[in-house]
């Protein structure tokens, strides 16, 4: 009896030197519970939001595009302000200028060649002139001859009849007449011949006159058409405002215009909003686009603007998915498709430029009467949710049903009362894993908005 006596109290020393060592241990691998934040347990309205980040974007915009295609030498810097009228991109011009300097050429040969042919064309006319004068002349003198060789045939026949003459002088005039008369035949052929020979020459030249003229005017067009990709070469403002230049593909990957980029004719290079009717652009995963309405108010928070925040509404949302917008579509997004929601603001702030970064939360619905707290407080372990409460002697593990969220609270079921203390993070849990295991919660977790 007194051996299990001995027995019994060497067991109690064992366990009580056991209990005070495993004590030890635990309070020094564990963080103190002091350090550990704590938040409490509210009740009363909970505002449901969905979270988005997106781009600040003009409602109105002027678009600038290229009328030559190219490669861009100069910019201005993105966002400078500048008035209507004002450079703001320039391409390169090398290659037009010495197609300038060949159609230059080209044009001066063309304006040479039509001289030469007028020219020609004129001395041409002078010539049948005096020819036709010549060949005329040649005519009337075979008309005279004629004249005169038939009064003289009339003559000898009268002196003939009065027997003053020999027969023979009046043949021989006869006969005179009548080669005065084939003289004058040939005469006329010869002249209407030329007539036509002239008509057809001076046809030939007047079409040669006519095909050089065509050639000046298409060398003329030409040139004009290299001094206006020349003058298009330097884009101007449209507009006044700020400069936003656009995403283009480069290099197998989207891009903003930047100097040395080569680019197509008619391609949009630059954007001057309005910053008067600047808005929030953001994408709505397909999951959470059918919680969105119009007129639903949102909040906007702007990271070049911290801590402000800037009221507005829901003014539209797309009904067709979004391309691939590398402002709106983020690598880290789900998979799926993404519609664009569009909030316009209550009121603009002169300091918002097109492209910003904007991080709206829209409000998509108001419960009333219910118990919420900080995300951070709900730990999940072994796919259950928990919530770990202060307690006077250090803290009791709760489990916990969660509903919707919005950007920093969570709306949660189970026996838990108003003004209730959870912590923040697992306070069993060494302060160096927290940051593993918090790791792990949110990988678990849904992302922001109504579940």
Known sequence: MKTKLV???????????????????ISSSLSSLSNIPLAPVQKGPFEVTLSSIGILDSAAKKNI????????????????????????????????????????????????NLQQKEESREIARIRNELTMKAQRAQVEFQELKKEDARIN????????????????????????????????????????????????????????????????????????????????AVLKANGPGNVSYCVIWKGGEMGKIAEGDSVWRRATLMEIPDPARMETLVPVNEIDIGKVEVNQKAIVRIDSIPDEEFSGMVASKGIVPLSNNPYLIRSGSPKGKEF????????????????MTARASIFINRLEDVVFLPQEAVIEEEDKEFIYIKTDGGFEKKPVETGVANDNHIVIEGDFKEGEMAFLRDPTQKIERVGVLEDRNQGAKPSLGAK
């Open 7 to 25: 027995i019994i109290v060497i067991i109690l020393i064992l366990a009580a030197g056991g209990y005070a060592l495993y004590s030890r241990f």
């Open 65 to 112: 595009t290229s009328n030559i295609s190219g490669k861009i030498v100069k910019l201005v810097p993105d966002g400078t302000s500048v008035k209507e009228g004002e450079p703001v991109i320039w391409m390169d011009t090398s290659e037009l200028d010495e197609e300038k300097a060949e159609n230059e050429m080209e044009l001066k040969i063309a304006k040479t």
């Open 153 to 232: 045939y009339e003559k000898q026949k009268y002196l003939v009849s009065q027997n003053l003459a020999a027969k023979s002088a009046e043949d021989e005039a006869r006969i005179a007449m009548l080669q005065a008369e084939l003289s004058l035949k040939q005469a006329q052929i010869n002249l209407k011949k030329l007539i036509e020979e002239q008509a057809s020459d001076d046809k030939i030249k007047q079409n040669e006159v006519e095909k050089a003229k065509v050639e000046l005017e298409r060398q003329q067009n030409n040139l004009d058409d290299v001094l206006d990709k020349i003058e298009n």
């Open 340 to 355: 664009e929601v569009r909030i316009r603001f209550d009121q603009v702030d002169k300091r918002f430029r097109q492209g």
